[in-house]
């Protein structure tokens, strides 16, 4: 029987046609089914998701929201229930990712959004979270209320499994009717978790759609883009492009495209009593679904002075990075991947006083650069280029150049260094500083690329403060 990866409400599946993607890795034979819809599907099922989200979601306290997202989180952190189980045993095949990064990536993910974890989302853009639920009081005077939108789209990208799952909880955190349309590379997580949700409270199986098309068919997608009042998009750059360029000018139009992150480590980080520890948490960040994420480092930056000098750190990051390929071995690569890596190291290799180590089937591969300007990517799936530096501050000036294109920085450093490079860093573009170990795992309430998980997606309406003034000469106890 073949998983189904969608979830329709308003539409008859016997009317509708279907097609199977197939995975073949950990030497299975996988068929996800997906739909194809047309135009008229996709109009048809956002009013659907328009009508019920009115009736119910949007009338929910927010309280209650938070609830059964929690319940939800609750049976995927237990390994017992029949969702956790299906996901450690079809993500692995699905994706390629080794099966125990898998189980230990998914629970300290799933931990953010728990629910101190989500009421913290919410402070974080609300100071006064009920705003979502009744008219509030403001600091400017008057009153305001938040709305969310009646019929979010998500259009999703990649293959790590979970991330739909920010997008997907922040549009409920705000009370908005979902349509996601999940990426081929990994169709599942977001549908089971909309399955999950619908069993958990019924009502919302009615305000959450998941869907799917081919990259680049265009009918859908404009559909969808018409009927939305918010959209969010993930990927390239150009393909974010193509897509907001179907976007009505009435439809709000939030983008998250690639970026670039790196690491800085300080010389306080290359005593003899650190400099395995330091190495050992750089090369997680690395190994982590193999540099998939835009969180991940393409460049390390080491600064001389320490015990350690930086080569004998990227000789230390390339004995970690061995290790853990032995401990979670990097997914099987198609053909332009394995061509990818090896292109990069043969450039690598011509550049001058490069030093490139690595294991000899190209699981990983370490390159190491004496005081070179050192930015540009990686080839990803654990390739990482290591360059000495005499000073970390000189790095920020570095990085401006790729102002558009910077995300996560993770530093080893002490704290009055930290505090001083992330200002630099944060004025040439960065958006997020990361311990080393942690540049993976964004915190809960993390500000995506530097913008508001939630408020970004809501209206406020206001009841100016003269208007309470005006509506007090008409009342009943009016002098």
Known sequence: MAERAYHLPGLDPAALQFEALRFDGAGRDIAIEVPVLSAADMQAMAAHVRAHTRRYLAQYPIARVVDIVDQAIARLLDRDDPYRRRMEDLLPAITGYDREMLRL??????????????????????????????????????????????????????????????????????????????????????????????????????????????????????????????????????????????????????????????????????????????????????????????YSPHTIFVEAGGSAAPLQFAQYLAFELSALERKFPRHPLAMSEAASIAAWRSAEEMTAGAEVVGDPNGAWSVSFLERADGFGPSAL?????????????????????????????????????????????????????????????????????GRYNLSDLVRIVEIDGRALAAADRLAPYAE
């Not at 179907?246 to 005593?271: C, M, N, Q, W």
């Not at 294109?405 to 450093?413: E, K, M, P, R």
């Open 105 to 294: 990536g998914l629970t300290e993910y799933l931990k953010s959004f728990r629910k101190p974890e989500l009421q913290r989302f919410l402070a974080e853009d609300f100071p006064n979270p009920t705003i979502l639920d009744d008219f509030q009081p403001l600091t400017k005077g008057g009153y305001g209320r938040a709305y969310g939108p009646e019929v979010l789209a998500h259009i999703w990208a990649g293959n790590v499994p979970g991330l739909p799952l920010w997008s997907l909880v922040s549009g409920l955190l705000v009370k908005a009717g979902t349509i996601g349309k999940v990426p081929s590379a990994e169709p599942m997580f977001a549908s089971w978790f909309a399955q999950l949700l619908a069993e958990i409270e019924p009502e919302l199986a009615d305000c959450i759609a998941i869907t799917w098309w081919k990259g680049g068919e265009e009918e859908a997608e404009r559909a969808l883009l018409a009927e939305a009042d918010v959209a969010l998009a993930f990927g390239g750059n150009e393909a974010l492009s193509a897509i907001q360029s179907r976007a009505p000018i009435t439809t709000r139009f939030l983008a998250y495209g690639h970026k670039v992150s790196f690491s800085l480590i300080g010389r306080e980080a290359l005593d003899a009593a650190k400099a395995s520890d330091t190495a050992r948490r750089a090369a997680y960040d690395v190994a982590r679904y193999d540099q998939q994420g835009c």
């Open 381 to 449: 799936n654990r390739s990482i280029r290591v360059v000495a530096v005499d000073d970390l501050a000189s790095v920020p000036a570095r990085a401006a150049p790729y102002k558009r294109l910077l995300q996560t920085v993770g530093i080893a450093a002490p704290p009055r260094r930290l505090f001083a490079l992330s200002a630099a860093l944060g004025a040439v573009g960065v958006t997020r500083i990361a311990a080393l170990g942690d540049m993976t795992a964004p915190e809960a309430g993390w500000h995506h690329d």
